[in-house]
């Protein structure tokens, strides 16, 4: 348990840890957000033929939180494919989400 929690295989195909985030509150056109609908992080693995193994996730982040994240994965190597919102219309203004993957050589 590297991450700090087990994962599950979906698919057959790919590892992934979810990881909700509990601690943030977001209503959307009135209606309260839980975090299995927009409010959770993961991280999926997977392993490819060559011993290959692509991670790409989505971090749910406040901008508070959003540089440091940031400079974290930049210093693992990990690329940021997005920085972006997944709800149109929300009163937690801060919250966003980064998407970002990484090929490595890694052992899974």
């Given at each position: 348990m590297v991450l700090g929690r087990a994962g599950e295989v979906n698919r057959g195909l790919m590892y992934h840890v979810e990881f909700p985030r509990r601690d943030l509150r977001m209503v959307s056109y009135g209606?309260?957000?839980?975090p299995p609908l927009a409010?959770?992080?993961n991280v999926p693995f997977v392993r490819?033929?060559?011993?290959?193994t692509m991670v790409m996730g989505g971090l749910a982040v406040t901008e508070r939180e959003s540089q440091r994240v940031a400079d974290?994965?930049?210093?693992?190597g990990?690329?940021?494919t997005a920085i972006?919102?997944?709800l149109l219309a929300h009163?937690?203004?801060d919250q966003?989400?980064?998407e970002s993957e990484d090929m490595a050589g890694i052992q899974v």
């Open positions: 209606i309260t957000i839980t409010l959770s992080s490819y033929a060559d011993g290959s974290a994965l930049y210093a693992h990990i690329g940021q972006h919102k997944h009163e937690a203004r966003l989400w980064r």
